[in-house]
């Protein structure tokens, strides 16, 4: 075979790959739609750019019993990805001896050039472009997969380091789909084969090229694992089929789970076989690639043989197994041997002994292929606790199996609760039967029945023991109720220990107490059952918290049970509003309830009065803390000053303990709540504030929906204005506001909106320690407001004059109020009450005396009029009516009129005119001009600023124009008017 040159000459060449097809792929793509009633053959046949792709397969097909073209030409469905003439082109350059496919002459490179065709082929789908996905594996005819990539394009990873491009996709034919591609794919078998000349050394012994061989590190490890490198290194020679990398990965597949790599050979047991694997390779005489002859030959395995088999041309290695061997590579001659690379791990009979081992079932396994077992794999998988994977695993264990009819006996002594396993579906219960189940297994031994003795305490993987108590030849396990389960089934062997079938269900102490706990009631049941106690229970359902189900649970709770008559006195104590539990129906009248109620209950203890002690404070449900006072009887503090007494205590419950008191009590946040019902909305505090009077006339008459706004949930921070404060603005806004009625018209009420919004904060309620000095705070309006603090706070808003806070923090239900003295203006309201500035061509329109020179902007027709109405700025020397008549006299009696300019050439002159008389990007007032200042215009020619007692503008003639009247201003600039018409030289070419 010829010597492989490398896998980067393939990448490198990929590049060129890609330079051509992104000159072709348009015409072979034209080619190829036009042929999708052909089978995949014809239609590669009759595309140019896979004539060697058809040149490969037919080579292929030169050997015995090979029929590529006649598969791939049948039914399907295939998917293929064809290599361009340019993919095999590059494939051929990268192989040192091969210049083109004929140079595949012997059978043995022609089955290499079937192998690597085959790889290209996927068989039983038609996988469209679509149909692929990031990450896919697609296996291919030749047994190998490809993995798809989906970044930046379809791209397939072979066993190379270079990914194929899909340069041409979906190309349809009568039997799949072609996806042509840039690259010619390469399974790992095919590159084992090809770097496998490229080791032969003869001045290198066996384990040197093994070392140096990139494709056989598992080899290397395996001998360096099994201690042979000594005997490989000696004088020989030897003959040594060398599995390949991928040989190994395929036989730690086959072995299972257990064997990820070689590392796990790691036993005395499994170093010993590996020992053996390897002499099984190794032949102690020199036998090269033509010595082959069919028949059995002596390992250096004692008393192992392989067979050397003739397949076709070549010759296949027969072990203990039902799978052969390929030889990949031959003759890797070597100074003390020659190898030949092989794509399987040979195996001897001890290998397939082992194996067999592997074989035997696990307990899991078992317990699911006993029908008797079937409620104990059930009572495994419904605790979910892992202990299928654990009694899955390594070991070893004993397990202590009950049978199902033990199942069904507990299940009736737990009562009319428990029909099923299903019924374990509490944490506490699934926690009892995990406690059960572990009691039934004890780890790191497989304790057989003759390894038991009588009397013997074993440790269960639950913590508590077993004791064996052995009876007329009987083996019982007695558990913690004292009674006996008979072994009606030993010695069941498993694969990680063994398994004893017993006629009862193990019951540790935690089952024993659970089964004691089943004959009381929860604590939900206790109070139900508690006419003094119905409220109680009524108040639990409402807040419809889930509290009924949590108290009903596997605790411990201690729960403090207010009475009737102390849920009355608190409805008393609440008002009017509140006459029953029912009243607690908006959704922060619930959470207090939740609130209250979670006040009762401690978590995690069922604390008996003689647990309790003076002082004691205990952290609630709630969060907060309740003290315990004894003193002649047991009290309990809440945050308030009133103590409840502890009239009935310690009723045991099934999952905590009930102390019946004669108050409800309350946490802080009851304590603010029923506060806080003493307080006013902010819109009641300003009604009844005869100083914020103009401020409720200022909502009602914005009639935006703020008085219900401000009268509900919030919590809102308000800076109020006083009456005085909206008498100021209303004498600022001028004679036509004399009260807030003024603001009438729907304009006027949307800005007396932005100005009310822009004194509200949503969102908190921020009392004055909580105001920082320089802090910015977001108004409801949108703009905001800045808090300055300075003997004093005060408000900035977007005018020059900040509001000082008069009166801080009056506390609302629904937020705070600060009195201010001043109404604070956003800055929209300030752009909307201020007068706008007009621009220039506005300025010149409600100037009299500048008509005609809207009139001869408008004559001139060249977007004059939009220019000067735009951004700017600008510096416009305006000429007045008068001047515009002088310049008419001027011009003679073909000029009465400025629409006398009615020529294009006329229009273009008059344009000119204008455009002289304007500079573009400053706005120049007449402070700014200096004499003898050149300004340059709008036309192109420039004007000169003449300074002498006054300000004159000098143009192309010889006459000045004298600013009249300087420094009008405009949005976009300033207009100087003069009583002149500028004239450049341009214009008086053409005059004259």
Known sequence: MKKFISLKGLFLLALTFSLFFSCSEEDDNDDLGQQNTSNIVVTAQNTDALSSLVAALTKADENDGSDLLGTLAGDGPFTVFAPTNEAFNALLASLDGFDSLEDFDSPEEKTLLATILQYHVIAGAAAASTDLSEGQELTTVQGEKITVSLDGGVFLDDATDTDAEVIIPDVGTSNGIVHVIGKVLLPQAVIDALNADDMG?????????????????????????????????????????????????????????????????????????????????????????????EGEVATALAENKIEIIAEGDAFVIGDASDTNANITGTDIIASNGVAHTIDKVLLPQSAIDFVASLQKKNIVE?????????????????????????????????????????????????????????DFDTQEEIDLLIDILKYHVVAGVAAFSTDLSDGQMITTVNGSDVTVSIKDGMVHIVDATGEGATVTLPDVEASNGVVHIINKVLLPQSAVDFLAELQLK????????????????????????????????????????????????????????????????????????????????????????????????????????????????????????????????????????????????????????????????????????????????????????????????????????????????????????????????????????DILTYHVISGTAAFSTDLMDGQQIETLQGEKVTIDIDDGVYIEDATDDDAEVDIADIAASNGVVHVIDKVLLPQSAIDALTPQVPNIVELAQSVDDLSLLVDALVQADAGLVGVLGGDGPFTVFAPTNQAFANLLHDLGDDYHGLDDFDTPAEKELLAKILTYHVVSGAALASSDLKNHQRLHTVQGEDVTVILNHGVFIRDKTHINAEVIAPDNEASNGIVHLIDKVLLPQEVIDVLH
Do not use: C, R, W
């Open 522 to 753: 929860n604590i939900v049941e206790i109070a139900i059952e508690t006419d003094d106690l119905s409220l109680l229970v009524d108040a639990l359902i409402a807040a419809d918290a889930g509290l009924v189900e949590a108290l009903s649970g596997e605790g411990p709770f201690t729960v403090f049970a207010p009475t009737n008559h102390a849920f009355v006195e608190l409805l008393e104590v609440l008002g009017d509003d509140y006459h029953s539990l029912v009243d607690f129906d908006t959704q922060e009248e619930i959470n207090l309830l939740i609130d209250i109620l979670k006040y009762h209950v401690v978590a995690g203890a069922a604390a008996f009065s003689t647990d309790l002690m003076d002082g004691q404070q205990i952290e609630t449900l709630q969060g907060e803390k309740v003290t315990i006072g004894i003193d002649s009887g047991v009290y309990i503090e809440d945050a308030t000053d009133d103590d409840a007494d502890v009239d009935i205590a310690d009723i045991a419950a099934s999952n905590g303990v009930v102390h019946i008191i004669d108050k409800v009590l309350l946490p802080q946040s009851a304590v603010d709540f029923v506060a806080q019902l003493q307080l006013k909305t902010i819109v009641e505090i300003a009604v009844e504030t005869d100083d914020l009077s103009l401020l409720v006339d200022a909502l009602v008459q914005a009639d935006a929906g703020l008085v219900e706004a401000l009268g509900g949930e919030g919590p809102f921070t308000v800076f109020a204005p006083t009456n005085h404060a909206f008498v100021e603005l209303l004498e600022e806004l001028g004679d036509e506001y004399h009260s807030l009625a003024d603001f009438d018209t729907a304009e006027e009420k949307a800005l007396l909106v």
């Open 201 to 293: 050394d003869e001045t290198k012994n066996l384990v040197e090229i093994v070392v140096e061989a990139e494709s056989l590190s598992a080899l290397e490890a395996a001998v360096i694992k099994a201690e042979l490198v000594e005997t490989l290194s000696g004088e020989g020679p030897f003959t040594v089929f060398a599995p390949t990398d991928h040989a190994f990965i395929a036989l730690l597949d086959a072995l299972g789970d257990d064997y990820n790599s070689l590392d796990d050979f790691d036993t005395d047991e499994e170093i010993a076989l590996l020992t053996d694997i390897l002499l099984y390779h190794v032949i102690p005489a020199k036998v090269l690639a033509a010595d082959l002859a």
């Open 366 to 422: 078992i317990a699911q292929e006993t029908e008797d077992l079937s409620v104990l794999v059930e009572a495994l998988i419904a605790a979910d606790a892992g202990l299928v994977e654990t009694l899955s695993g390594e070991g070893p264990f004993t397990v202590f199996a009950p049978t199902n009819d033990a199942f069904v006996a507990l299940l009736g002594a737990l009562g009319d609760d428990y029909n099923s396993l299903a």
